[in-house]
């Protein structure tokens, strides 16, 4: 039986990384993917050792409505999960470019 995670930033970034399998099961979705971030295939692997690549995995899923949804479905998450490990693995990284909603 696996531990349980209660570090956010590791819970963060292991829903990034099934958003980078996401992403990768589907090949026009992965071309688009690989096309924006400039990674090639070959050294998507090693990528995905960096948590900032991580972060752009998840603001390519975050940025379409239907996409989010369509991981969200398939990973059993609420896609405010999803957004959520955006914006825990951003602030662990220090990124200013993710604006939180406060009311």
Do not use: C
């Amino acid at each position: 039986m696996k531990k349980p995670v209660h570090n956010l930033r590791e819970v963060a970034e292991i829903v990034a990384i099934q958003a980078l399998s996401f992403v990768a099961s589907d090949p026009e979705r992965l071309g688009l993917f690989l096309a924006e971030t400039g990674v090639g295939p070959e050294t998507l692997r090693n990528a995905a050792a960096d948590p900032n690549f991580l972060l752009s995995v998840l603001d390519f899923v975050l940025r379409d409505d239907a996409t989010v949804k369509a991981f969200a479905s398939t990973a059993e998450l609420h896609p405010t999960n999803v957004a959520a490990a955006r914006q825990v693995l951003g602030d662990a990284l220090g990124d200013p470019s993710w604006e939180r909603d406060v009311p």
